[in-house]
């Protein structure tokens, strides 16, 4: 069974840095791609960005790139999200999932089977 589990996020000042964390159990947390998505309130998911399995290659939406730094760490079975200069419209539920089979260059939420339950960022001016 593969079990994700959000944390990190908070209320901040827009401008701030802040690191998401999301704690993976299970053996396909080493093997396959994951990534990052988020959701406003009344919006649709989106994609935020997504890590390779093995070859640590990365993919960061095109609008968060220079923002947004995603990276695991496979000793701790985590995966991070490094958000720099918050924005207001940051603000939305940040969910991290896994992609059981497939590349990580995938940016849509149906090619990913297993999400956690997410961490709220909320970013005020």
């Known amino acids: 069974q593969v079990q994700l589990v959000e944390s990190g996020g908070g209320l901040v000042q827009a401008g701030v840095s802040l690191t998401l964390s999301c704690a993976a159990s299970?053996?396909?947390?080493?093997?396959?791609?994951m990534g990052w998505f988020r959701q406003a309130p009344g919006k649709e998911r989106k994609f935020v960005a997504a890590?390779?399995?093995?070859?640590?290659?990365?993919l960061v939406a095109d609008d968060l790139k220079g923002r947004f730094t995603i990276s695991r760490d496979y000793a701790k079975n985590t995966l991070y999200l490094q958000m720099n200069s918050l924005k207001p419209d940051d603000t939305a539920v940040y969910y991290c999932?896994?992609?059981?089979?497939?590349?990580?260059?995938?940016?849509?939420?149906?090619?990913?089977?297993?999400w956690g339950q997410g961490t709220q960022v909320t970013v005020y001016s």
């Open positions: 890590i390779s399995g093995f070859g640590g290659a990365t």
């Open positions: 299970g053996r396909t947390f080493s093997s396959r791609a």
């Open positions: 999932a896994l992609r059981q089979a497939g590349t990580f260059t995938s940016t849509l939420p149906h090619e990913y089977e297993y």
